[in-house]
């Protein structure tokens, strides 16, 4: 066992070469970047974070240019050479740093080299070419035979830009240059393909006349289009509603002042849209709920230019200021979009008449003996005294407004927004609706509650006091035409 042993560990250190692996993530180059540009002030060398084969490097290390070697002196500093050309690198001339092939260390480790570098010679570091302009811009509409014209800081070599220069999709084009070989122009051979997305690509395989690259790639795309007039906003006017979303939305000959609770409000442009951007450009502040429909030739063949519809869904406010805007990013079909946004502000009509509560009449006992309580004498101090039967503690009232509830929509809102609160005693059982009726062709709602308590009950002697609430404001009680009442009306019921 014991001679095993030392067999395997002479096996090993005698083969130690055969598990060696090379690193050569510290070796490092100057110009160390591809098509780096260099200058008089810098200087061309390879270092090792080991110690080297001097002549194993010398052997494999070069400056190349086009078709040969560059003659030079090649110097150490420790692990660094250092390579002087002689004589001196051309200005505007490509060349390559190379060193591939087999190079060993001092103590004959072999490390496989594939180092090739393209740089540039430049007095300056500033003589690259740039892109000083590309039309179109980028994301401009275009007409399908417009040029594109490119401009460059530094004369180019039109053969180069042949190589760097990409268009697509791919379309038939021409080439010219100014006598100062600094700007290009593009021309389709007939036409740009109509609603295509171009794009122009441009890469340092560009050089300019001393053959230095472009200092960046550039990227731009236009649209090319038959049509590249902006749309613009014709009108913006009222509109009769058809809750059905189907056209016509007539337009009435009328100003936003005059707008009417039920309308609609109809948007028509001079040019055929697109449905999604014209509807996401429109808003109205203050906000309203409400449903966006757009119209063209397919819904309403009458239709010359589309147009958008907002349909209020619970009525345009009265005596209300609205601001009506449509962004900028509103586009016809083509992709051009409006100039500007379009603005227009209006106070709603002041003409649909105020919702009144003209009385309240109370039943007592389902006598024929009425109590009005009047529109000036509604009291949350002022107690109105019922008196409630101890047998089914109900009571009747009967309230008179002054406009109409023809629906029932209309009717079941005005049903939910009345009740009667029970305030003392604490704790007290509030009454609650028993029956609905609506005489006299929906002005007067007749509601029975129950559940009343009566102030003299057997063994108990106590005063009740409830409260009877009517609901106003814009989300109270009101009619399909607008007419709401403008606050809560509150009245103080007492039962004897």
């Not at 709602?445 to 063994?459: G, K, L």
Request: aromatic share 12%; charged share 20%.
């Amino acid at each position: 066992m014991k001679s095993i042993l030392i067999i395997i560990f002479l096996f090993i250190f005698f083969s130690c070469d055969l598990v060696f692996i090379p690193d050569t993530s510290g070796i490092n180059t100057s110009p160390s970047n591809r098509n780096q540009i260099i200058t008089p002030a810098d200087r061309i060398s390879i270092s090792f974070n080991f110690d080297v084969s001097r002549l194993t490097v010398e052997n494999i290390f070069q400056i190349k240019s086009i078709g040969s070697s560059v003659n030079g002196i090649k110097e150490w500093d420790n692990n660094t050479m250092y390579f002087t050309p002689r004589p001196e690198l051309s200005y505007g001339q490509r060349y390559v740093l190379s060193c591939s092939g087999k190079i060993k260390d001092t103590e004959d480790h072999k490390y496989e080299l594939n180092i090739e570098v393209p740089f540039y010679y430049s007095t300056s570091q500033t003589g690259l070419p740039i892109v000083l302009s590309i039309t179109p811009s980028a994301g401009a509409h275009v007409n399908v035979t417009e040029q594109i014209v490119i401009t460059f800081s530094n004369p180019i070599e039109p053969w180069s830009f042949k190589e760097g220069f990409s268009l697509t999709p791919n379309t038939d084009y021409n080439i010219s240059w100014n006598a100062e070989a600094t700007t290009v122009t593009i021309t389709p051979d007939d036409e740009w393909t109509n609603l295509a997305v171009y794009t122009v690509k441009l890469t340092d395989s560009i050089k300019d006349i001393n053959g230095l690259p472009l200092a960046s790639n550039s990227e731009t795309s236009f649209v090319a289009s038959s049509d590249t007039v902006n749309p613009s906003v014709i009108s913006v006017l009222p509109a009769i509603t058809d809750w059905t979303g189907e056209p016509p939305f007539c337009r009435l000959e009328v100003l936003l002042n005059n707008i009417a609770y039920d309308n609609s409000i109809r948007i028509d442009f001079s040019e055929e849209m697109d449905p999604d951007t014209a509807k996401s450009a429109l808003s109205i502040t203050p906000n309203l709920n409400g449903t966006k429909v757009f119209i063209d030739g397919s819904l309403d063949p009458a239709v010359e230019y589309s147009y958008l519809v907002f349909i209020p869904s619970s009525g345009i406010e009265m005596n209300t200021a609205y601001t009506i805007t449509i962004k900028n990013t509103a586009e016809d079909i083509y992709g051009n979009t409006l100039l500007d946004d379009y603005i227009v502000r209006f106070t709603s009509s002041t003409s649909i008449p105020r919702l009144h509560l003209y009385s309240i009449n109370v039943d007592e006992d389902n006598s024929d003996t009425d109590f009005p309580i009047n529109e000036s004498e509604y009291s949350t101090n002022n107690e109105a005294n019922i008196t409630v039967s101890e047998v089914d503690n109900e009571y009747t009232f009967t309230f008179e407004f002054s406009e109409s509830f023809s629906t029932n929509s209309e009717r079941i809102s005005v049903q939910e927004n009345i009740d009667i609160t029970c305030i003392f005693p604490v704790g007290g059982i509030s009454p609650s609706k028993k029956t609905y009726s609506w005489p006299d062709g929906g002005t007067t709602i007749v509601i029975t509650f129950t559940n009343f308590q009566p102030a003299h009950q057997p063994n108990i002697e106590n005063e009740y006091y409830y409260m009877l609430e009517l609901k106003g404001g814009t989300n109270g009680i009101r009619n399909n035409t607008g007419s709401y009442l403008e606050e809560d009306i509150l009245q103080l019921l007492k039962t004897n």
